[in-house]
């Protein structure tokens, strides 16, 4: 719960000084004003600034996911770790991104994910 805290923390700080553009969807759709990923949810962000098209998966799937589009970051708030893929298929080299955690990914392109 601490380390939930401390990234709800973060995220807010970082909105509030204008670093980062906020948005979230249930579903593919453009950003919004508020920043609503909550603790649970794995969200994808189109850019790397955590903007533009989003999607919220809020139990990620331990099959293989699809993504609707290739997102520049990702909030993972779930309690699973996400294993994101360049292919469609979740297949060769994974990159790891830790529950509770958040990055960006200039320069990647994610096609799909699995959780474990």
């Known amino acids: 719960m601490k380390s939930r805290l401390a990234l709800a923390a973060a995220a807010t700080a970082t909105i509030s000084l204008g670093l980062v553009a906020p948005a979230s969807a249930q ?3 453009k950003a919004s004003a508020a920043f609503e990923c909550r603790p649970g949810i794995a ?3 189109e850019t790397t ?3 533009g098209n989003s999607v919220q998966y809020s139990d990620p799937s331990t099959g293989c996911t ?3 589009f290739a997102p520049g970051s990702l909030f993972n708030w779930s309690n699973k770790d996400i294993y994101l ?10 990159s790891l991104e ?6 960006s990914y200039p320069g990647r392109t994610f096609r799909s994910f699995r959780a474990s």
Do not use: I, K, Q, W
């Open 27 to 29: 579903t593919p759709a």
């Open 85 to 94: 893929y360049t292919t469609s298929n979740c297949t060769g080299t994974a």
């Open 98 to 103: 830790p529950a509770n955690n958040f990055h």
């Open 66 to 68: 699809v993504l609707p």
């Open 49 to 51: 600034a955590f903007s």
């Open 43 to 45: 969200c994808f962000y």
